[in-house]
């Protein structure tokens, strides 16, 4: 599959039988990633990495993908961005950036600057994280762990839990397992739950959505458990957030009722919302999920920049 | 000639049929951006209409509005129609329209849209719904449905 020159700011820039494609092509990437015989798809092309905020590891398992591919990478992972642009627009920054490079992928703390830098550069821009705005590879590898374990995204039941109103993860994640036809269930405190917008959103497309707060009953029916981060800045009071993430805390004794191909999802890094015990379940799947990271992002670069009508 | 609720103007701009009560919001828009200072602006508020029941007029004597201040008006305005006068009579008339595309007009809602920086670009919004309008901003994706305190 080809995508040749397109920008990826958003999971919707993608069809379904886009994505579908994408999963597949990264399923042949697995063996790569791990250090097998990779196509050299990338020789030759230089991706930059623009990171105007910290990320580990998206940054790190981007640069591993263009290198497994044979490509080379520019990095600014420096933090500060006012030290490296010197008061400079992004739009130039990019601007400048895209004629050093063959792509660009971009984080960058403002909603909406991957479409500005879109804009601003005639190479491909890859969305790593725009402020509280869209993460598109994310959507992408949380798609590929749940159709690796599953073998299908439709036709589950996902139960999305925790931060659902500031995770962004969350949000185009609800969006994509909607649009392949899988339940979604809701599990948040009440202060934390989906927005009404998308909410809106999701019933307007079809989803089979519904809310169940009752964490062990939500978790006894579930295919997938979707855990996100509580942020500590959400809550008014240190007291009330404590509550919150106890309720949420996920253990062996909570996992014991599920079913047993239930797997156990998380963006991470995880902040206590799940016990070290469950590491050694087989329901954990969140190490593997931060490793598909590697061949997802490698697909996608793939199909962005390897040679047209190849690498399908 | 029917009747003129405001004394006739030479050359200038009628903005009529303005939903009752909006005519201020009308002001805004050409206060913030449009008039130089010799400009004469009456305003009718509360007219008999037959199509709307009630409905403010403004005219401005002496300018012709810009593009940008059309779409404006469209945006509070959707029923309002523009009158060109020259020499006393409508040379053109037009309902307003409003395009697809708004740029320039609003500032985005959210603080932390990349639109709110310092960066060579115009602010940008997509038209998402009609009848009421809805407005996106073409960065950041935030709805905006508040036109008037969102005036860039
Ligand atoms: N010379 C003028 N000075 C001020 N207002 C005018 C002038 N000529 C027309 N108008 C106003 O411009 C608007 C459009 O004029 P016209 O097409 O004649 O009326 P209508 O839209 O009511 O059929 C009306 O509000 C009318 O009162
Ligand atoms: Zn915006």
Known sequence: MSL?????????????????????????????????????????????????????????????????????????????????????????????????????????????????????????????????????????????????????????????LGDLKYGRTVHSLAHALAEFGSEIVLSSPPSLRLPEEHRAELQHRGAKLREEPDLP?????????????????????????????????????????????????????????????????????????AFLAVPVRMALLSALLGPAGRGR | MRELKITPIRNGTVIDHIGNGLALDVLKILGVRELDRDSTVSVALHVRSGKLGWKDIVK????????????????????????????????EKRAVDLPARIVGVLRCPNPNCISNQPEPLESEFEVAARRPTVLVCAFCERRVTDFVRHLA
Request: with cysteine; proline share 5%.
């Open chain 1, 217 to 289: 009953k939500a978790v006894r029916e579930a295919d997938v458990l979707y855990v996100t981060r509580i942020q500590k800045e959400r809550f008014p009071d240190e007291g009330e957030y404590r509550e919150v993430v106890g309720s949420y805390r996920i253990d062996a004794p909570l996992l014991a009722a599920a079913k047993p191909r239930l797997i156990v999802m998380h963006p991470l890094p995880r902040a206590g919302e799940i016990a070290a015990e469950v590491d050694a379940t087989p329901h954990a799947a969140y190490f593997r999920q």
């Open chain 1, 4 to 160: 040749r020159g397109r920008d990826i700011v958003s999971i919707h820039d993608l069809s379904r039988d886009e994505i579908t494609a994408l999963l597949a092509s990264a399923r042949k990437m697995v063996r790569a990633a791990e250090g097998g015989r990779a196509p050299a798809t990338l020789a030759g092309k230089i991706v930059a990495m623009a990171f105007f905020e910290p990320s580990t590891r998206t940054r790190l398992s981007f640069e591993s993908a263009v290198q497994r591919l044979g490509g080379s990478c520019l990095t600014i992972a420096d933090a500060g961005a006012t030290s490296l642009r010197k008061g400079e627009s992004l739009y130039d920054t990019i601007r400048m950036l895209s004629s050093y490079a063959d792509a660009i992928v971009l984080r960058h703390p403002n909603e909406g600057s991957a479409r500005l830098a879109a804009r601003a550069s005639d190479r491909p821009v890859i969305n790593a994280g725009d402020g509280a705005g869209q993460h598109p590879t994310q959507t992408l590898l949380d798609l590929a762990t749940i159709q690796e374990r599953f073998g299908t995204l439709s036709g589950l039941k996902v139960v999305l």
């Open chain 2, 60 to 91: 401005v004597e002496g300018v012709e509005l810009s593009p940008r201040a059309v779409n404006a008006i469209a945006l509070i305005a959707p029923t309002a129609t523009i009158s060109i006068i020259r020499d006393y009579r409508v040379r």
